[in-house]
């Protein structure tokens, strides 16, 4: 039987596809820039009194959930280790997933070896229908608007549903989501809640301008990026430093190829002209 011939491009395409790939399994700590609006966000989190309430909610996830979530999983270590109270508040009904994989990727949990019990220190709220006067309901009226948990238990039979009230009760809203417009609205806007989203590329693009006027009230992260910025504070490596290092070494290791191409080319051309 004949062995096909192996031809160079079929190697480097190999090549190329495991520079991206391993890394995130991986992650190698390649260098990339730091954001100052990243460590304000990780400073303002650190400066959050012990044992205070942070609302994570809104809308909108569609493919992209990854890309936040490799912002707001560092996020909610930080948060478990000042023992602050999370509710998840999902405004759209794909968020009520996403919301519980962010505590389940973080592993805060006693069941992970973490600190954290459900209906002590954190709970999720069911799907809010309504938004936005669903959310203005229940920034003025928690438990009116939100009378159980998605599990259906009354939130009062839970120590931290005890102490939800209004937004008054709320120190910081996490917008893990799309539709963060929304929450700089009427948490922001209206109620002076800092908020805080750890975007997808695309969102940032589009919302970051709401920073300038809002300043010291929203913050934003760019993508992936702003994910290993704050993975990189926290001093972990997760989803943030799997996607950048695999961009980082996919084209340091391209530029070699081309390097390389034209290098072969160029020798393999006076190869010709020698035998001319």
């Known amino acids: 039987m004949k062995i096909p011939e192996l031809k160079s491009q079929y190697v480097w395409a190999t090549i190329m596809i495991l520079c991206y790939i391993l890394p995130g399994f991986v992650p190698l700590g390649t260098p990339f820039p730091m954001s100052t609006t990243t460590m304000k966000i990780y400073n303002m989190i650190q400066a959050l009194p012990d044992d205070s309430i942070v609302v994570i909610g809104g809308s909108g996830v569609f493919a992209f959930d990854l890309e ?94 005890q102490r939800l009230k209004d937004y008054k009760d709320i120190v910081l809203w996490i917008c893990p989501h799309w ?16 908020s805080v989203s750890f975007a997808q590329s695309a969102a940032y693009s589009t919302y970051s301008p709401y920073m300038m006027t809002y300043p010291d009230k929203v913050f934003m992260t760019n993508g992936f990026l702003g994910g290993a ?38 020798a393999n051309k006076e190869k010709k002209e020698d035998k001319k």
């Not at 962010?102 to 070896?113: F, M, N, P, T, V």
């Not at 539709?179 to 109620?191: A, H, K, S």
């Open 179 to 194: 539709d963060f417009v929304t929450i700089i609205q009427y948490v922001t806007g209206e109620r002076k809640i800092p």
């Open 68 to 161: 936040s979530s490799a912002g707001t999983i560092p996020a909610i270590k930080i948060m478990a280790q000042k023992h602050i109270k999370i509710v998840n508040l999902p405004l759209a009904t794909e968020a009520v997933q996403l919301e519980k994989y962010l505590i389940d990727a973080s592993r805060i949990e006693k069941k992970y070896g973490g600190t954290y019990e459900y209906g002590v220190d954190w709970i999720q709220l069911p799907y809010l229908a309504g938004a936005p006067g669903a959310l203005v309901s229940f920034l003025n009226d928690i438990k009116r608007t939100c009378p159980t948990d998605v599990y259906g238990t009354p939130l009062d039979q839970m120590p931290l549903g």
């Open 229 to 266: 910025q704050m993975e990189y504070l926290v001093g972990m490596k997760g989803l943030g430093h799997a996607v950048i290092d695999g961009n980082q070494v996919f084209s340091a290791v391209f530029l070699i190829f081309v390097v390389l191409g034209n290098v072969t080319w160029l």
